[in-house]
């Protein structure tokens, strides 16, 4: 589909699995140079009928002055060069309008003065614009570089399962934020990591940058348990964490024959669907403090059987609210997540959460939705850990409550 005649809510979400494409600006796009040079001409046909009507009607100098709104008006919109041809343009019929009329010669030249000032000033004003616009351009670029280094791309398909990925970020031109989308799948299992920095901006982008790359470089340690996976990411991120600084994280681990281990550092526990319809969230019996904050980090075991969807999100998307303040109801976009195909099925994930908020988002998000494709083996030996049971299905229930 065409970026142009897609649905609009579709552009305002990034899909790290399908990495990120660069926008490109500038005078090399068609279009753009196209619209240019309509509004070019067609200032400069203004221009001249202007000029030809001050001179049937014989207006004093003081009127030859409004000739100088089409060069402050380019200078808005087009390129320097243009802005000066259409500035000398108006400017060489100000002044046969100017000396054409009957005044004194310092009225004359008072008038013909303030008229160069004015399209020498819109000259000027187009040069300063599009430098900044340059200068935005080359930084928009640098960061979108460096926001595609930490928004990596997740694999569609996994050990054992299938996977559906997307972020959203709530500020302004930006790709990225403070939340943490990671996956990494080597060795037959497949660990993520899923969370949200505390704050905003640059500082919370430069955490969840550390907490991620922390991640990585622990899951290729050969060995090392989720929970001491768990331990070296807290490290790096009390290290580098401010003082009221923290990161919620959710670990998460799914093993072939069907278990699905989860270290829960103060974030909101995955949501099950389970094959037969069920509906759970999967809360571990005891919730440990962020990052940050010296978690006192217990693990939670879950059977995960063929077909079961698990849903693992930040806080951004149930504290997202519409103008009445209501909050979104993951609970209601059972039918929707349920869809045959998982793709397809995040992509409308977000356009229920687009519509409910009105394409304004306070926070960011980060979705992840995991299918498993294998069925759910009974081992001979026991689970990884003691298996804590999920909370019983509630259809049409607020499987949320309680969750920080």
Known sequence: ?????????????????????????????????????????????????????????????????????????????????????????????????????????????????????????????????????????????????????????????????????????????????????????????????????????????????????????????????????????????TLAAGEEDFVTALFAEFDPHGWLELVTCGHPPPLRLTADGGLQALSPSVYATPMGLHPDMKTSTFSVGEGDRLVFYTDGLIEARDRAGRYFRLEDCADTLRGPDLEAAADELLGRLVAHTGRRLDDDVAVLLFEAASPSAQPESEPPATAVPARGSVPGGDVLAGVA
């Open 1 to 237: 589909m065409n970026r142009h005649t897609e649905p609009g809510w579709r552009r305002l979400y990034q899909r790290p699995g399908r990495g990120i494409r660069l926008n490109v600006s500038g005078p090399s796009q068609p279009s753009g140079i196209l619209a240019k040079r309509v509004l070019a001409v067609l200032i400069g046909l203004a221009i001249t009928v202007v000029a030809v009507a001050q001179y049937r009607t014989g207006r004093g100098p003081v009127a030859v002055a409004w000739l100088a709104v089409g060069p402050l008006l380019a200078s808005l919109l087009l390129r320097p060069r243009i802005t000066a041809v259409l500035a000398g343009w108006a400017t060489l019929l100000g002044v046969g309008l100017i000396v054409n009329q009957p005044a004194r010669p310092g009225t004359l030249v008072s008038h013909l003065g303030v008229f160069v000032l004015l399209a020498a000033f819109a000259v000027a004003n187009a040069a300063l614009r599009t430098a900044a616009q340059r200068r935005l351009s080359r930084v928009r670029a640098v960061a979108r570089v460096a926001q595609s280094a930490l928004l990596r791309e997740v694999p569609a398909t996994v050990t054992a399962g299938r996977m559906a990925s997307r972020y959203v970020s709530a500020a302004a031109e930006a790709r990225v934020g403070g939340d943490i989308l990671e996956v990494v799948s080597e060795g037959g299992r497949t660990r993520w990591l899923i969370g949200d920095t505390r704050g905003k901006g640059l500082p919370a982008v430069r955490l969840a940058s550390i907490a991620t790359t922390s991640f990585g470089d622990a899951c290729a340690h050969p060995g090392l348990s989720l929970p001491e996976i768990a331990r070296v990411v807290d490290r790096s991120v």
